[in-house]
């Protein structure tokens, strides 16, 4: 994407990011099933030749030092900045197929769950790399595959070595003897000053859930199958969260005053703990809607963001 405007594409990768996760659970493969066993690319001659459709895998071949090797990305993809240059072939729901044809790829990233588009890239003489879900084991996984696929295996190890020392420094540092908050974590809603309406949240997803478990929060509502489920305020008000974080990177770039309207639309629910102890917050940093190698970042920043809650609540 193009970094000027980066605050309205932010909110299109979020709901993108979002609308891409209920179509892979909604598909009859498992996560991260890789059925292209001719997708390895380790032991070419040459460096392969990649298209990213998700800024997800996009960050991950950067991450890995492969940036020289990608040679287009989706529409969505903004992070690392040298992206802005690529050429752009759409995104995972709706690629641009001719445009990726005619830049001849020795491989496309995209989902494992996402079939049929890997039979269409097939019939096409194009092979695609079939990548796991977004789960936080799924990242660790892509890692791997990447690592392995494009002969990065030192580097995917390194990256790899790092995210679990920082989680498990933030499980070492989870305070004790001090109850775990429940926390409302709203990946998407609608919108408009004084409205709370269509309200998404997080569920039994594996990423938001297992970051929010790693720093010690309870994460509500508890016990939810579902992985975004969506809330109207009469449920919020039964859950009665003690914090309430919005993933929002779709309003960073706006003014101060508009991060301020979001958190005054939850004067409608003025029972709620959250609201009562001023304990809402707006993240809007764009790694936090991502489920790449970022989300050590993402999840640094909810511990953060509890703990800051948790000091303000203290008596």
Request: glycine fraction near 6%.
């Amino acid at each position: 994407m193009n970094c000027k405007n980066s605050s309205s594409n932010a909110g299109l990768l979020l709901a993108g990011f979002f609308a891409l996760t209920v179509f892979l659970c909604q598909s009859c493969k498992k996560p991260g099933s890789l059925p292209d066993s001719g997708a390895q690319a380790s032991g070419t001659a040459k460096p392969a030749r990649i298209i990213s459709l998700a800024p997800a895998h996009t960050e991950l071949l950067y991450a890995l030092g492969l940036g020289e090797q990608v040679l287009a990305v989706s529409n969505y993809c903004q992070y690392p900045p040298e992206v802005n240059s690529l050429p752009r072939v759409g995104a995972l729901l709706d690629p641009n197929l001719e445009a990726i044809l005619r830049l001849q790829p020795d491989y496309v990233l995209l989902y494992a769950k996402q079939a049929a588009l890997a039979e269409q890239l097939r019939r096409l003489g194009l092979r695609p790399l079939l990548m796991p879900g977004n789960k936080l084991a799924d990242i660790y996984e892509s890692i791997e595959l990447l690592g392995q696929s494009f002969e990065q295996q030192e580097q995917a190890q390194s990256l790899l070595t790092n995210m679990r020392q920082r989680f498990a420094r933030l499980q070492s540092s989870r305070p004790v003897n001090i109850s775990s908050p429940g926390v409302l974590l709203v990946v998407w809603r609608e919108r408009g000053l004084g409205t709370l309406k269509n309200i998404s949240v997080a569920g039994n997803d594996g990423f938001y859930s297992e970051m929010l478990q790693a720093i010690g929060a309870k994460l509500l509502p508890a016990d939810m199958k579902l992985e975004y489920p969506s809330l109207g305020p009469e449920s919020i008000l039964l859950l009665n969260p003690d914090i309430i974080i919005e993933i929002a990177p779709e309003l960073a770039a706006k003014e101060p005053a508009a991060l301020q309207n979001a958190k005054d639309d939850w004067r409608r629910l003025p029972e709620l703990k959250a609201y009562q102890n001023k304990n809402i917050y707006i993240l809007t940093d764009d790694f936090m809607a991502l489920p790449s190698a970022r989300c050590i970042m993402a999840a640094e920043k909810l511990a953060e963001t509890i703990a800051q809650a948790q000091a303000q609540a203290a008596p």
